[in-house]
Each structure stands twice: as C-alpha cells, then as structure tokens.
C-alpha cells in the first residue's frame, strides 16, 4: 500500500553484505516477504490473541524443538502467500497461514506472531536462541546503562541553570521520572500533581500522603477540576475528550510556571512527562508511514494529546521504555515498591472509563464507588500484585432490575483485569465464578444507582485495555 512503513531497496543487500543478521517480527515478516519478491495479501481470516502453531522439528530459528506446537500471540489481518526465493515456512497456524520463516544461508528469518509478549509461551526462548546462539550476540547489558546514559542526556538537555516542571499523576510513570529528573538537576525540578475530576475515589489523598511518606519530594497541588470538566460537557467522542484533557494538562502547568517565575525570578523552560514507549506507539503511525497503514489507535494525553504551541521543551526520559523496564529502573534508584506495584492508571483519568460524557448521569462519582470495591475486593483475595491491570467502566446504557421487591431502572458498569507485561498485548484474567459473585453482590448492594455488573473477557487484541 502506498505510504506504509519500508525500508529502502538497499537494506537487504546492505545486510547481506555486512553480515547482519534480521528478524522481521509481525509486519516486519511481511516486508521481508514483500521487498524480497514474495506475496503478501489479505487473509481470508484474521487471527488475533492466543493461539497454537505447528513447528518444524529442526529449523535454524526454533532450533532442536523437542515439542512440535507452541501456543503464540497473533495480531494480522494480512498473510505471506507466497515466499520469497530461497526462503522455507518452518511454522504455520491451526488454519494453515504461514508464521514463520528462513533463509539461514542469508541470515534472514521472520516471525508473524509476536514473540516479545509472555502470552506467548516460548517466545522469550525462541529470542534468546536468535540472539545469543544465531546472532552470537553477548547478554552484557543492564538497566544500569538505561540509567547512567538518560542522568547525562537530561543534563545536557536542560543544562547547569535552567528548571523543568514535572507533570505527577501518582502512577508508576510520573514517578519514576520525577525521581531520574530530580537525580539529574536536584531542586531545580518542580512537581505538580493536577487534580482535573477525573481521578480515582480519594485519589489526591492518598496519592499526596505517598509522595510524602517515601519519595520526599516538594510536591504542589493543583486543583483543575472546574476547568477540565467545564470544557469536558457534553463531550463523548473519545479523542476529543483525551485532546481536551491534554490541552487542560498544558494550560495549568503554564500557570504553574509563571507563579514559579514569580517566586523564583526563574521561568521553567522544561516539561518533563513519564511517556513510555507504549504512548508513542499508539498515539502515533510508525515513521514514515504518511499516516496511510498503521493507524493511530489512540492520542495519549502525554503524546497525541498534546496542543501545537505547547511553550515547553519536553523532557522524555522515559519514552522508549516499556512498563516492565520502568519498574526496574525505579527499583534501581530506590523508588517504594508502594509505587512501583501500582496498577496503570490512564493519563485522562476515569475519561476514558466513562463512555460518553463524564458529567452526566453522575457518572464519575458511581465509577469511583465501584472501582473501589472491585480494588478492594481484588486486595482481600491476595491478586492485586498477580493482575497487571484492573477498573471499572461506567456503561452508558441502563438496565431493568429488581432490587428490594421493586422494579428498577438503573446503570450497568462493567469490570476489567488483565494479565501483560508491557501493555502492548494483554488478556483476561480468569478469576473464580464466586470471585465474580461476591463482587457483583458487593456493588449492587453498595452502590447507588448500579443493578447490573458485567465482566470483559476480551483480550488486546483485539481490544484495547482501555474501553475509550
């Protein structure tokens, strides 16, 4: 398709001269396929989440398998048709799609699922084979690098005398690069915790009494709430609403650098943000796409979110780091595992956990209510730490009940928990039916104005964690 994601014409023949070996993983299986005279068109059926490939017993990139089928993570809706030259199938799905493929004499293979992923069961193993027994590659770096390398790029980038403003929301993210920013330039950092209504049940409390206990670091509240839900009103196109929140983001940490300057003679030039790579990925089509392929599946606040004239440098230590990544690096500069062990939290807040327009139907004071009785819930059975990812949705939809021998005409909401690693690609979690029982009960019985609760069993793909 003209405008998707390529290499250039040279870039095989360029590794096939120098020696470099390639993986093309996912869409990159396919451009290998493609710009090497093969034929990629679309499949009859997609396939999306977890499912069996059957593998060739001896192949250079599986290796000696001992097992002939491996449960894999898909995400396509295109396949390889036909290889090119040279090239072998050496896996295919229950429906018969190729997935993986060779030419160990060009140093060339692909995989079309996505071995990154725990969902994928031997993925990490069929990596490491790639990389350390085909690409004779040297296991040598550490999270220690991340470290020392982005304290020398933050320096650089915000000098010996200028000052950054930190955007706080309590999530392991702001956190933790509030921490690295504060290493890097000491008081020279400002943090700021933007309170805009659309934050969790006692939120700010709790949130501020952490910061204050373990991190130590000066911290101002800023209460946004009038401003952000005044212009969220009437609003339910969800990336209207996450571009409204950004533009709000931006505007009370304007004004929280011109009362810095006030106070201190000194402007802050610098926005620091705890983007990871997850944001820029699907906020943003890849480089040199034109916008034509890969699509934008939804604008972070932090990223696609973000107004043009923005009056701030941004300062994204972060940026090409994956959760998992970020809780190491926090665990290296001594950050609380209170912070560290919290679940994801999205930068527009309940916004996206509201379908529809968050000022109506007192939709974020009963989405409060009833996420806290489902974290709870979660706490007291010991899986807060096993699910990677849990909330409540409020539903824009109401459902007829019976509660107290009357008949009732009230909201649905419906509960999330996933398992991930990197938010990338995630499942259910399947917890017991009488989990779910005593969940339901407690929110029904609990919760005003609430006579239905449903429980998403979708994975990403083909769904995003998020529901907005």
Known sequence: ?????????????????KGVTVLGICYGMQLLVHKLGGEVKPAV??????????????????????????RVWMSHGDEAVKLPEGFQAIARSEQGAIVAIENPERKMFGLQYHPEVTHSEKGLDTLKHFLFNICKGRGNWKMQNVLDEQLQLIRQQIGPDKHAICALSGG?????????????????????????????????????????????LPVKVVDASERTLSKLKGVTEPEKKRKIIGGEFIGVFRDAAIEIE?????????????????????SCPPPGSDMKHSHTIKSHHNVGGLPKDLGFELVEPLRWLFKDEV???????????????????PGPGLAVR?????????????????????????REAGLYDTIWQAFAVFLPIKSVGVQGDQRTHSHVVGLRAIISSDGMTADWYPFEPAFLQQVSNRITNTVPGVNRVVYDITSKPPSTIEWE
Do not use: W
């Not at 059926?45 to 491996?70: C, H, N, W």
């Not at 943090?191 to 373990?214: A, I, P, S, W």
């Not at 006030?262 to 699907?282: K, M, N, S, W």
């Open 1 to 17: 398709m003209k405008g998707s994601p390529t290499v250039s014409d040279e870039f095989f023949t360029y590794c096939e001269e």
């Open 45 to 70: 059926s997609r396939e999306y989440g977890r499912m069996p490939i059957f593998t060739e017993k001896t192949s250079a990139l599986f290796g000696k398998a001992e097992e002939d089928v491996q």
């Open 172 to 216: 392991v993210d702001s956190c933790v690069a509030a921490t690295l920013v504060h290493l890097a330039i000491g008081d020279r950092l400002h943090c700021v915790f933007v309170d805009n209504g659309l934050l969790r049940y006692k939120e700010q409390e709790r949130v501020m009494k952490t910061f204050e206990d373990y991190l130590h």
């Open 262 to 282: 006030r106070e201190l003679g000194v402007h802050p030039a610098f926005l620091v943000q705890g983007t990871l790579y997850p944001d820029v990925i699907e």
């Open 327 to 345: 809780r190491k690096l926090g665990a290296l500069m001594g950050v609380p595992l209170t912070f560290l062990s919290r679940h994801p939290f």
């Open 354 to 378: 509201v379908l529809g327009d968050v000022t109506a139907d007192n939709a974020l004071e009963t989405l409060r209510l009833v996420d806290e009785v489902f974290i709870n819930s979660i």
